[in-house]
């Protein structure tokens, strides 16, 4: 009788399992689902304004160029902009005025107003949109516009299909170039006017798109920075990493040992990962300096320069004065995380 019980106490408890994976699981996901939420990138800061004015006739403009999704809080993660997303869909409030395909990308027919509802992991999101004749005055407001528009659109060629081996000083080149233009206002807004209370300081700020080119630069862009972070030498996300084999510091150098030579790749990627330093040279070279720090044993944390080679497993470092027998430790980016690598050691 105590082993029918026995069976009939497992025969529950996978009921209570079976029945918690098709009722809870689909709450868990619905809660999942309430976090994601949408970024709009028509105003400054790339705050959440969502509105925003269009040029009649304006080509090659797709609203998901302007708008990212992404979760918050501890389930964090950055869906990127929507124009290639997948599942997204677009709709206009009203097709005679602005048409929207598929794809996101607008077709300005007439002056007037009309809103884009964009779906995405099950959530909504409402943009409104006015088209008008002209915005050559707002354009005259920015500093060296047709530059602007040059170096996105610059970025936007050299980035091909992606960072090969084949393209990618070409890609670092025009990365800096738009880095250095696009660093301050961005070519697709502009600070209109600003007024003054007695009591508080408002600014009124319109929103623009007059720079399609920018839009699609914005897009290249976030994918080099996932480049940066996921195939970078410095990072750890992907495996490439430096990893340390041994660590010898004596005067005023330390050298590294590598377990394996430094790849072209891994050349390039510190470039990339500091590409607006003017330290860091667009062109083709097999040998780069990055920063790091070394501390002692009262916790002192000095800036210090490290330079890799391409092709070598030694990575050398100047430091102040080591004091013989000391004991430091290197620290900086990801891969000197103690958990990836040993990065103390004892001065000749």
């Given at each position: 009788m105590s082993y029918l019980k026995k069976r009939i106490a497992v025969f529950l408890c996978m009921v209570m399992a079976f029945t918690t994976v098709f009722f809870v699981t689909p709450q868990e996901q619905a809660l999942a689902a309430s976090k994601v939420q949408f970024?709009?990138?028509?105003?400054?800061?790339?705050?959440?304004?969502?509105?925003?004015?269009?040029?009649l006739g304006a080509e090659d403009l797709y609203i998901g160029d302007y708008i990212q999704a992404y979760t918050s809080g501890a389930t964090y993660k950055n869906y990127g902009y929507l124009s290639s997303a997948s599942g997204v869909t677009y709709k206009s409030s009203n097709k005679n005025i602005i048409a929207v395909d598929s794809k996101g990308k607008l077709t300005a027919k007439k002056t007037g107003t009309a809103t884009i509802t964009v779906k995405y992991k099950g959530q909504t999101g409402k943009c409104k949109l006015e088209v008008v004749n002209s915005l050559a005055a707002v354009r005259a407001k920015v500093e060296d516009f047709e530059n602007r528009v040059k170096v996105c659109k610059n970025l936007v060629s050299a980035y091909g299909t992606g960072i090969t081996n084949e393209n990618r000083y070409k890609v670092l080149k025009a990365y800096k170039n738009y880095l250095k233009v696009n660093y301050g206002p961005s070519p697709i807004y502009a600070d209109i006017s600003t007024s003054y209370n007695?009591?508080?300081?408002?600014?009124?700020?319109?929103?623009?798109?007059?720079?399609?080119?920018?839009?699609?630069?914005?897009?290249?862009?976030?994918?080099?920075?996932?480049?940066?972070?996921?195939?970078?030498?410095?990072?750890?996300?992907?495996g490439k990493h430096f990893k340390i084999k041994s660590i010898t510091g004596k005067g005023t150098s330390v050298t590294v040992t590598l377990k394996s030579?430094?790849?072209?790749?891994?050349?390039?990627?510190?470039?990339?990962?500091?590409?607006?330093?003017?330290?860091?040279?667009?062109?083709?070279t097999s040998t780069v300096k990055f920063p790091m720090y070394i501390v002692d044993k009262n916790?002192?944390?000095?800036?210090?320069?490290?330079?890799?080679?391409?092709?070598?497993?030694?990575?050398?470092?100047?430091?102040?004065?080591?004091?013989?027998?000391?004991?430091?430790?290197?620290?900086g980016d990801g891969w000197l995380d103690p958990k990836y690598n040993k990065c103390s050691f004892k001065a000749k």
């Open positions: 970024s709009w990138s028509f105003g400054l800061y790339n705050s959440t304004v969502k509105e925003a004015q269009i040029e007695e009591t508080s300081i408002r600014i009124k700020t319109n929103y623009y798109i007059y720079n399609t080119a920018a839009g699609r630069a914005k897009v290249v862009n976030q994918a080099i920075n996932e480049y940066k972070e996921e195939r970078n030498p410095l990072s750890t996300q992907q030579k430094v790849t072209a790749e891994q050349i390039v990627g510190i470039q990339f990962y500091d590409a607006y330093s003017d330290e860091v040279s667009a062109k083709k916790n002192k944390r000095e800036q210090v320069t490290a330079t890799v080679k391409k092709g070598s497993n030694k990575i050398t470092i100047k430091t102040p004065k080591l004091k013989k027998g000391a004991a430091y430790q290197l620290t």
